[in-house]
């Protein structure tokens, strides 16, 4: 019975280093997320609406003043941008987004997969670690996993230069970003964006509502300028969306490792006093009936 009751000790001891551990986490994922959430959120409003500009824009600009970005063409060749993070323990966030990677991988580029030609960019290592095992097939590229130490704009608009020169180049004809929206910590939504070519407003009924721009110096020359700097932008926003996601999911997962923790401490707490107790009556019983056996 000492026995039993050491190990129960011993494994009571081992949670409690763990829940201090979760505890830590918690605390540094939720200064993290202070920050990250402020990013964000001062960068998502601008960001929309210069998307929701540029898709007006293209849809109805006319003549010879569009933009390559713009243009579909048949896929051939495809790249899939996966952003995940660098490190776990955030429960289910880096699944979800591969999880939604894979489903646009099934669904709309299994041909160009079958084909050899799909490229997958990987932001963050646990994407990375996925795909270089299970999508042999593909190319993977890893060369911006580290990219989430400094989320400024002049960084992350290089990776979002070599996609769009890319897809000028004709080396990719689709290119989609699987990332992670941030709405507060406790929800995350894993989506897949199609971020080139950039896509047209919808119409309904037939009517095609033609928006009035004016523009200086020109079309051609404002639009060499323009539809870059917004691309730029929204890659930046898809980043700044998983930076957030990562620390909001950690810090819930944390949150609740603390909270598994106590009641795990508590269950294990009531078996060592039971085990105690029945300890303390037997060695009774034992003295009781010593005694008894003394008088007798």
Same mark, same amino acid.
């Given at each position: ?18 829940? @201090? ?8 994922? *939720? ?11 001062? #960068? ?18 006319? $003549? ?11 896929? /051939?060749?495809?790249? %899939? ?9 955030? $429960? ?14 099934? =669904? ?6 079958? *084909? ?10 646990? $994407?990375? /670690? ?15 996993? &580290? ?13 979002? =230069? %070599? ?11 689709? %290119? ?11 929800? @995350?939504?894993?989506?897949?964006? =199609?971020?080139?070519?950039? &896509? ?31 691309? @730029? ?17 950690? #810090? ?30 037997? /060695? ?10 003394? /008088?007798?």
């Amino acid at each position: 019975m000492g026995a039993n009751l050491k190990e129960v000790r011993d494994r009571i001891s081992s949670v409690k280093s763990t829940q @201090q551990i979760t505890k830590a986490m918690k605390m540094v994922s *939720a200064a993290k997320l202070r920050r990250a959430t402020d990013a964000i959120v001062q #960068m998502r409003p601008y960001a929309n609406k210069l998307n929701d500009m540029l898709k007006n824009i293209l849809s109805n600009i006319e $003549g010879g003043a569009n933009t390559t970005f713009g243009q579909e063409r048949v896929v /051939e060749s495809a790249a %899939v941008v996966v952003v995940t993070s660098n490190r776990g323990l955030a $429960g289910a966030f880096n699944t979800n987004v591969i999880k939604s990677a894979v489903a646009t991988i099934d =669904q709309r580029f299994s041909k160009q997969r079958a *084909a050899g030609k799909l490229t997958i960019v990987c932001i963050g290592k646990k $994407g990375y /670690e996925y795909f270089k095992k299970r999508y042999t097939d593909c190319t993977i590229v890893n060369d911006y996993v &580290e990219i989430f130490s400094d989320l400024s704009f002049d960084n992350i608009a290089q990776v979002s =230069q %070599v996609l769009m020169d890319s897809f000028e180049e004709r080396e990719f004809d689709a %290119v989609t970003v699987s990332y992670s929206r941030f709405k507060n910590a406790g929800m @995350q939504f894993a989506e897949t964006h =199609q971020f080139l070519p950039v &896509e047209k407003l919808e119409t309904s009924g037939g009517n095609k509502h033609r928006a009035d721009y004016i523009f200086e110096p020109s079309e051609k020359e404002l639009l060499e300028k323009l539809v870059p700097s917004i691309l @730029q932008t929204t890659f930046q926003k898809f980043l700044l969306d998983t930076h957030a996601s990562e620390h909001g999911a950690r #810090m819930t997962a944390m949150d609740k490792a603390t909270e598994n923790a106590e009641e795990l401490i508590k269950d294990m707490k009531i078996v060592y006093n039971k085990a105690r107790q029945e300890a303390i009556t037997k /060695e009774l019983s034992e003295i009781v009936g010593g005694a008894a056996a003394l /008088e007798g």
